[in-house]
């Protein structure tokens, strides 16, 4: 038998039932990701297995590097079928790491490849997968209806023109691509030279002189109207931890200007600012009826001196221990006592904190939207089967698992559409073990539902994405 055949990961009767019946078929709506809108609208060729495997995946990178394999074969020069070999002779050491099971699927479900990838079957896995790589379907848009990618939900700068996206809306393809609004580097006074070189981009992007803070907040709203107006209607902040020191107007145009002049900004004067703008656009995502997610947990750029090599998200980035409880709860309850709290979607990385997130949520909860307030799906370190499941145990413990909006990438590689597959064969494995033991009903009308919705209805449902043919440049 293929290490990746129909049960892989299903380890009862009722597992394998449920997932064949109700979640295999599903299409996939991945509303968050990092794939590059160039590259879909362009409808890149990959040249070969490296260029759409390892090119930007810093999740192998790490596991490389882990392996002993010099930076050469990873983010530098060699040549794309020597890093390939690079990466198929540290695959067998991956075992009970997610990559071997990732790897394996990956090459199953796109290239039809049962061999176990290793140092004897890279030469021929390499010359199989690059010959499919040069057919039309495996071009980026060829890739998307291959794997039924119903809607893709891009990561983009204000400043961004989102001239890839409106290119890609005139071509009639089945899949919607919108943007995100991640704001990230607004909130950066903290570093005074970076910050001054991205307000000129913005200042740019918004034809708006920013000569003070108030032109800074009018350039930003006027980037959050457009990137409505091109069908966007998320927005998403990385953070350590939400803000909640809250000032007023004035306190923030004051630190704004110290940061404008190359001015020290304290840590408080950092929290105070960032504190005030996340209300802000908190405010902006809900008047435009727009979903906010927040990516909270992460430690970046641990290792300073080959960050200073190699430039950020190259794979030096883990868990922190953020305390998130109170300032989470701050920064929600000031939206919610505006009356102005969006839809919004928290995602942990710390498993420590899953039960926090889980309760989290029900504080939020108005009655007006079906899980209006999400915890979402297991992130980065945490997507995986153990992280997974924690998530999944601790939002169905305390809140409703039915409305759940399942899976998502968060992905910079075309080769990552299996994990929907591999999300949904966890979330069937552990429903149909409850059901083998008696702890849920064996009532296929009742479970089906609940997983085909999981699997893509409410995402469907909660995003409420427009058509394409309503977005327009402006």
Known sequence: MAFIHEDFLLDNKSARRLYHQFAAAEPIFDYHCHNSPQDIAGNRQFKNLFEIWLEGDHYKWRALRSNGVAEKFITGKAPPEEKFRAWAATVPHTLRNPLYHWTHLELKRYFGINDLLSETTAAKIWKQANAL??????????????MKVKAIGTTDDPVDNLEHHRAFAKQSHPTRMLPAFRPDKALAVNQPAAFTRWVEQLAAAANIDINGFSAFIAALEKRHEYFHSQGCRLSDHGLEHCFADFCSEKVAAEIFAKARQG?????????????FLMVFFG???????????????ALRNNNTRLLAKLGPDTGFDSIGDFPQARTLAAYLNRLEADNLLPKTVIYNLNPADNYVFASMIGNFQDGTIPGKIQYGSGWWFLDQLEGMEGQLNSLSSLGLLSRFI????????????????????????????????????????????????????????YFNFPPLAKAKHT
Request: with cysteine; aromatic share 8%.
């Open 283 to 297: 405010h902006l995502d809900a008047k435009r009826g727009w979903v906010k997610q927040l990516h909270l947990g």
């Open 406 to 461: 399942g899976m998502l990438t968060d992905s910079r590689s075309f080769m990552s559409y299996p994990r929907h597959e591999y999300f949904r064969r966890v979330l069937c494995n552990l429903l149909g073990r409850d059901v083998e033991n008696g702890r849920l009903p064996n009532d296929e009308k009742l479970l089906g539902s609940m997983i085909r919705n999981i699997c893509y209805r409410n995402a469907e449902q």
């Open 133 to 146: 790589l040069a057919t039309p379907g495996f071009t980026t848009q060829g890739i998307l209806k291959k």
């Open 263 to 275: 001015q020290v900004v304290s840590p408080l004067e950092h929290s105070q600012f960032a504190s």
